[in-house]
Structures are given as structure tokens and as C-alpha cells.
């Protein structure tokens, strides 16, 4: 398999994992969780357009018929299932949320063996349940079990849509290349995500200190637009449901990132999850896994 391309994707989870130091910063600027999205959108986009132009202007052309396919990864995979996540969290605990949204991997193996008859092999499942276990002894294991109907539902279908982001993003690589498809479906989750937003008083946080505008860039660039780029290359090389696997490195890092920034207390049942999920990739990747 290409270890590159596992590389890459990993690379993507640890960056999508560095979320919270800066989303906290603007949260606590003023921003709302549907700005911060469309952050995300509008700062990936407007760079990877600019730089299209420059360097690869005819990619910037997509045919009519693949816009749906596009709209499909931004606007569901990335806007609307944002959205049920964050009234996910507002409803559930944070933890209880991030598990709801990381089984998102089984759901990526169906959907795969569905769409593209990809086998579903017992060292995929091993692997899968290494990992998820290993997610759930990291962010922690929930203390209530009368959870709010709406809370799960609304996780659930996060990790559903989250599903499709890569099944849609596997279809899309075979019609257009990582940097296209990843401009578009940003674009087009900010452009769905415009009207929860109030933009005078987004511009109006961003000019109020400079500080702010480092966190937009830190924001867009660092933890959407570089694993963007790097999640759909790999995806372009990868089976989906071996990407899904390995982006069980997002919470990990998260987890890391919590303890090395935020000094939030290092269990011995946050070690052994790092540790499963890290042997979750051993087993992923060990000889004669075909």
C-alpha cells in the first residue's frame, strides 16, 4: 500500500486535530460555530482558487454534470454536517459527540463495499475496533447514559454525513484533482453556511485585533486548507475505508494537543487509547493484509 499516501492522510487527521486551540480562541473572540466553518470554507477556497489561477487555470473549469458531486462533499459532507455536529455538542457532552461522529469509519466501510465492492476484510475490522475503542478510552468515556434523543440523532447523522465526504471525495478524485475538488466543496460549504453567519460583525471581530486575523489564517490554513489538500491526495490513492482508519489520528492529536496546550489531566486510560490507536495502524498495515 502507499505509504505516502497513508502519510498524507495522517498528516490531514493531525492537522484537522489542532481545531480546538485555535477555534477556542475565536469562540471566545466572538465567533459563532457556523462563522467558524465558513471561515474554514472561505479562507480554503479563496487560496486554492488564487492559486489555481496562477498555476493550473484550466482545472478551474469542472463540468456542469459533476457540480452536484461537489455540492455533495461541501455542502453536506462539510456545511450541513458540521451544523448537526454542533448542536450535537451543545446538547451531549463534548466526548460523547466526538465518539458519535468516529463511527463515522464503519459507515465509510459499508458505504465502500456498497459503492466501490470493496472487500471487507478481518484485518480492516480488527484495526477498526482497535481504533475505535482506543477514540473511546482517549476522549473519555461518558458518565451519563440518559442521553438526549435529539443529541444522538443528530451525532449520528454527522458521522453519516461525514461518511460521504470521503465516498463522494473518492468518486470526485477520478473527475477532477485534490486541489479542484477541495476548492469547490469549500466554496460551496461557505456559500451554504452565508446565512447563519452575521458577516459585518465577523469583519468587525477580525479588525478589532490583529491577533484575531492570525487565528483566521492559523484557522484556515493550518487546520483546513493543508489537510484538504492532503486528505484528498491520499484519498486519490487509498481505499476509503483504510483513510477512514487512519484518520482516527484526528482525536488523538486532539487529545495530545489538549494536554500540551491546555494542560488537561494525561489518564492512564488516555495513554492506553493513544497506544491502541497507534497499534490499530500496526494492524492496518501489517504484512499480508491482502
Known amino acids: 500500500m502507499n505509504t505516502g499516501a497513508q502519510l498524507l492522510v495522517a498528516l490531514a487527521a493531525m492537522s484537522w486535530g489542532l481545531v480546538g486551540i485555535w ?3 475565536l469562540t471566545a473572540a466572538g465567533f459563532t460555530f457556523a462563522e467558524m466553518v465558513a471561515i474554514r470554507g472561505a479562507v480554503t477556497a479563496i487560496f486554492l482558487f488564487i492559486f489555481l489561477f496562477f498555476t493550473a487555470r484550466e482545472q478551474i473549469k469542472i463540468r456542469l454534470k459533476d457540480l452536484g458531486l461537489l455540492f455533495c462533499m461541501g455542502g453536506l459532507g462539510v456545511a450541513v454536517c458540521m451544523m448537526c455536529y454542533f448542536h450535537t455538542m451543545e446538547t451531549i457532552t463534548l466526548s460523547t459527540a466526538s ?5 463515522s469509519p464503519y459507515m465509510v466501510m ?4 456498497l459503492v466501490f465492492k470493496e472487500k471487507i476484510t478481518l484485518q480492516k475490522l480488527c484495526a477498526l475496533l ?3 475503542s482506543g477514540c473511546v478510552m482517549t476522549l473519555g468515556i461518558a458518565e451519563h447514559t ?4 435529539s ?3 443528530t451525532g449520528l447523522t454527522a458521522a453519516f454525513l461525514y461518511s460521504t465526504y470521503t465516498i463522494f471525495g473518492k468518486i470526485a478524485m477520478r473527475r477532477c484533482s485534490p486541489l479542484t475538488a477541495s476548492a469547490y466543496s469549500y466554496g460551496i460549504a461557505m456559500l451554504v453556511l452565508l446565512p447563519f453567519c452575521n458577516p459585518g460583525k465577523m469583519i468587525a471581530i477580525a479588525g478589532a485585533d490583529s491577533a484575531n486575523i492570525v487565528n483566521i489564517l492559523f484557522f484556515g490554513l493550518l487546520c483546513t486548507l493543508l489537510p484538504a489538500i492532503c486528505y484528498m491526495t491520499g484519498l486519490k490513492k487509498l481505499e476509503p475505508s483504510r483513510v477512514a482508519i487512519i484518520a482516527f489520528m484526528e482525536p488523538l492529536t486532539a487529545a495530545v494537543a489538549g494536554i500540551v496546550v491546555f494542560n488537561e489531566l494525561l489518564s492512564l486510560a488516555k495513554i492506553a487509547g493513544i497506544a491502541m490507536i497507534f497499534f490499530a495502524l500496526i494492524v492496518l498495515n501489517w504484512k ?3
Open 146 to 149: 440518559n442521553l438526549p434523543l
Open 288 to 290: 499480508g493484509r491482502r
Open 151 to 153: 443529541g444522538v440523532m
Open 110 to 113: 459499508l458505504l465502500s463495499a
Open 99 to 103: 465518539i458519535l461522529l468516529y463511527t
Open 23 to 25: 477555534s477556542r480562541q
Open 130 to 132: 482497535i481504533a475505535f
